[in-house]
């Protein structure tokens, strides 16, 4: 099964602020990559898919990219809509994978 | 406009078996692979299974095999997911997911099933 690493698992950032989050796959997947958001009683929302295209009516805050295995979603200044969990999961084989979660929260 | 309604919120004791439905509409149902996912409580997201609306076939995570069924029935546009020997560990919402793209990602989300399972 392919691993998705997720990193980190939380961070605690200022509205306005710039935010990385990580996710590194065990082995090479193409940009088999997608990036949702998560908020208590709700279901998912796709934010990123195929590692770097934004999904329709998603804001130009986010951005994903791709270096070898290793997968970023970028805010670039964070909302306060934004606080949330981003999940990444990998598609490109059967189990498909989510990684673990990051929780951004208010500082 | 593409809508994924789920079957209500169930309470199953241990042992038990749960069936939660995932009804499609606004699409052709036959079109798109729907899967199925869990998040327990304090934990992230599960990958189960999926099925194919167009010739049932079924792929589910090996955690599940054994214990999970995916049917759908093509009159009623409707998914199922049936989870037996539930303990308490399934506890989870659960949520069905429409894939599209050549590269699948999940579009179009049920609002999620909650399943309880407790003595």
Redesign the interface.
């Known amino acids: 099964d392919i691993q998705m690493t997720q990193s980190p698992s939380s961070l605690s950032a200022f509205v306005g602020d710039r935010v990385t989050l990580t996710c590194r796959a065990s082995q090479s997947i193409a940009n088999y990559v997608n990036w949702y958001q998560l908020k208590p009683g709700t279901a998912p929302k796709l934010l990123i898919y195929a590692a770097s295209t934004l999904q329709s009516g998603v804001p130009s805050t986010f951005s994903g990219s791709r270096s070898g295995t290793e997968y970023t979603l970028t805010i670039t200044s964070l909302q306060p809509e934004d606080f949330a969990t981003y999940y990444c999961q990998q598609t490109y084989s059967a189990p498909f994978t989510f990684g673990g979660g990051t929780k951004v929260e208010i500082k | 406009q593409v809508h994924l309604v789920q079957s209500g919120a169930e309470v199953k004791k241990p042992g038990a078996s749960v069936k939660v439905s995932c009804k499609a509409s606004g699409y052709s149902f036959t079109s798109h692979y729907l ?1 199925w ?1 869990r ?1 327990a409580p304090g934990r ?4 189960m299974g ?1 099925v194919s609306p167009s010739d049932g076939s079924t ?1 589910f ?2 955690m599940f095999r054994g214990r999970v069924t995916m049917t759908r029935d093509t009159s009623t546009t409707t998914v199922h997911m049936e989870l037996s020997s539930l303990t308490s560990e399934d506890t989870a919402v659960y ?1 069905c ?1 429409r894939v599209v ?1 050549a ?5 179009v ?4 099933t909650l399943v309880t399972v407790s003595s």
Do not use: N, R
């Open positions: 899967h996912v998040q992230g997201l599960e990958w999926i792929l995570a090996q949520f997911a793209g590269i699948p990602y999940y579009d989300w049920g609002q999620g």
